[in-house]
């Protein structure tokens, strides 16, 4: 195991934050059976005193789970140093086998519990806890993910030894490699740009339309999460070329080191927040009818649309004022 105290925050948050979910989840079994908030029983009254307190508790630690996801990747890049043959985090997911599926788990989970939070803040502002059972049930499904990202992450941090040998990210983001980063990076240049404005464009529009007049709450979020995985496909097929410029340097984490002003971090971070805000507004959608949040979910979905549709637009403007005002040119294409 290597010693940084970076894998040791993460290895006692994601403890913590397994634990606190699995007893929430096991607590959010009782709520879905027995809650009934119109009766006055002893139990019914005992759910409704400790519901608040767990909600609470676990909203922080699935803020700090948001936190883990850049954390993990940020420590991953941080020490690439100590393996042979690494450059950036690529090299050490690639260290263990179980590199790459922590991090796909740590995505899931950022969305997850992204919504997660989105529901128990309308749940909070009701009166008679409306989405109590929305926000158990996703909860329940949430808490095998995050049991299973704690595992995994903590078997591949452990079996990390400083004297493997890895690959950097040139070999496994070429075109000669294997798998689906080969047929993005096969795709030319001009369709996979239509590709990314074109989604990006119509989420502004279903974001536009949303926040005017109420309509399309469905349509905007799952345009959102097109434009999220359009931008992360574009990342890797062209839009890293214009940061590095460099035309057979496609990698997606070598843009979070310092070389390049660690403008990586604000280009993820504002496509995970247009993520999951433009999703969360979908999943509000659902609860508009409820009574004690008829005046409450609109405002709430406008906000969230405004933070998303402002989220993609930061992205899309760094990105755009890159390719045009950049000395680097893509040829052939």
Not at 24 to 49: F, K, P
Not at 224 to 248: D, K, R, V, W
Not at 303 to 323: G, M, N, P, Y
Request: proline share 3%; charged share 10%.
């Amino acid at each position: 195991m290597i010693l940084n105290p970076n894998i040791l925050a993460l290895f006692i948050s994601s403890l913590l934050i397994s634990l606190m979910t699995i007893y929430a989840a096991c607590y959010g079994v009782t709520i879905l059976r027995r809650w009934d908030i119109s009766s006055g029983s002893e139990l019914q009254l005992v759910l409704e005193r400790r519901t608040y307190l767990i909600s609470t508790i676990v909203s922080y630690f699935l803020a700090f789970q948001l936190v883990s996801l850049f954390l993990f990747i940020q420590t991953a890049d941080s020490i690439c140093h100590l393996f042979v043959g690494a450059m950036c985090a690529v090299g050490t997911l690639t260290a263990h086998h179980f590199g790459y599926p922590t991090l796909l788990l740590k995505l899931v989970t950022f969305i997850m519990a992204g919504l997660w939070l989105i529901l128990n803040r309308a749940d909070n502002q009701g009166y008679d806890y409306p989405l109590i059972r929305a926000k158990y049930l996703l909860l329940l499904i949430m808490a095998p993910f995050i049991l299973a990202e704690t595992v995994l992450q903590n078997i591949y941090f452990l079996g990390l030894k400083p004297d493997i040998i890895t690959s950097c990210c040139g070999s496994l983001f070429s075109q000669g490699s294997r798998g689906i980063a080969s047929e993005i990076l096969a795709m030319p240049s001009i369709p996979a740009k239509i590709l990314f404005y074109s989604s990006v464009l119509a989420t502004f529009t279903a974001g536009a339309r949303f926040f005017w007049n109420g309509k399309g709450g469905y349509l905007f979020a799952g345009l959102s999460g097109i434009a999220f995985i359009t931008s992360i496909i574009s990342m890797i097929s062209f839009i890293a070329l214009y940061f590095y410029e460099m035309p057979s340097h496609h990698c997606p984490f070598c843009i979070l080191q310092k070389e390049y002003g660690y403008i990586g971090y604000p280009l993820y971070g504002s496509l995970f927040l247009g993520a999951v805000t433009g999703l969360g507004t979908g999943v509000l959608q659902a609860y508009r009818k409820k009574e004690s949040l008829k005046l409450i979910i609109p405002v709430m979905q406008r906000k969230l649309c405004a933070i998303s549709v402002i989220s993609f637009l930061f992205f899309t403007v760094i990105v755009t004022w890159r390719i045009f005002f950049n000395s680097f040119k893509l040829e052939g294409y």
